[in-house]
């Protein structure tokens, strides 16, 4: 009897242990089902945030690359515009000082053209060196000042002389006056230098 109650509490174990092999297998189970309904719903929503992401920078791209077009755009038309604006002042500028300078030509065409004297001739060149040097004043252009000294950055020396009546770097004599517009040197003046 023993051998008996025994061999049914073996079976009883046995059952048992199979009821829970079959229970873990069927949990197992379920949790992979719902594992692999899990993942595809997760790939699925992940596809749908990447296609949406994707599409957010596709957007985002072609706004870029039309703002690029467009910078370019008015990169070019700005260069050209300045060019032309460029050119203009030039002209303009070659106007203005036309303008002043062309009358001069005009008095010493007549004193070409007039018979006269020595006399009336140098006092007519004189009055046209005077009607240049005025337009030359209306431009801004002023002659450089010699009577201070030699100062390198506005004379040019080609030569220089000893003198006992001067002192040194003072300017013996003027060979070239030269000319400057506010502190921009348009001819420096050469001079022979007082050692």
Do not use: W
């Not at 006092?123 to 002023?142: C, D, H, P, Y």
């Amino acid at each position: 009897m023993e051998e008996n109650k025994d061999l049914r509490d073996e079976e009883i174990l046995e059952e048992g242990n199979t009821v829970e092999e079959n229970t873990e297998a069927t949990e197992n189970e379920e949790v992979e089902e719902i594992i692999e309904e899990y993942s595809e719903t997760d790939d699925l929503s992940m596809i749908r945030k990447l296609k949406d992401e994707n599409k957010k920078l596709s957007n985002e791209l072609d706004a870029l690359k039309d703002r690029l077009l467009r910078l370019t755009a008015e990169y070019d038309n700005y260069r050209k515009r300045t060019a032309k604006e460029k050119e203009g002042i030039y002209t303009d500028a070659c106007t203005d000082v036309l303008k002043e300078v062309l009358p001069v030509a005009d008095n010493l065409e007549r004193a070409l053209a007039v018979d006269g004297n020595v006399e009336d001739i140098k006092k007519g060149v004189e009055m046209t060196i005077k009607g240049f040097l005025n337009a030359l004043e209306k431009l801004g252009v002023e002659e450089i000042d010699t009577t201070n000294g030699f100062d390198p950055n506005v004379h040019q020396a080609i030569s220089v002389v000893e003198d006992a009546n001067l002192n040194t770097n003072d300017v013996a004599q003027v060979y070239q006056k030269g000319y400057k517009k506010g502190e921009k040197v348009i001819r420096y003046s050469m001079v022979t230098v007082a050692k």
